[in-house]
């Protein structure tokens, strides 16, 4: 099956967000076709989560998973170390004092 370029992705994450009034924002820009895609959750009390895309061995479906969470400041660190290894990477950051980031809803795994 052929897969979205990850320019597309975002864009149409950003419009589904934007279509529930959560605030979000481009932090980095990666490869406009290949790149993979970062989310940080920012829920504005300083916590915050990064959820990264994989693949869940058993079922072979892309799933979203904690890459790290708690203090808002650690998780920015861990997304810099992420950045060092991956310059292509996109990082989107949500901000939503509800926890909302949509990432369960159909076709954004």
């Known amino acids: 099956m052929p897969r979205l370029t990850a320019r597309f992705w975002v864009d149409a994450y950003l419009t589904r967000l934007r ?8 932090v980095a820009h990666g490869d406009d076709t290949a790149g993979a895609v970062l989310v940080k959750l920012a829920t504005l009390d300083g916590k915050a989560r990064a959820l990264t895309r994989s693949f869940d061995l058993a079922t072979g479906e892309r799933v979203w998973t904690d890459l790290a969470s708690g203090d808002e ?3 920015d660190a861990a997304i810099s170390r992420q950045r060092g290894f991956d310059p292509d990477l996109w990082v989107i950051e949500v901000e939503d004092r509800a926890g909302r980031h949509l990432l369960d809803e159909d076709g954004l795994a």
């Open 73 to 75: 400041r650690e998780v």
């Open 19 to 26: 279509l529930h009034d959560i605030p979000a924002f481009v």
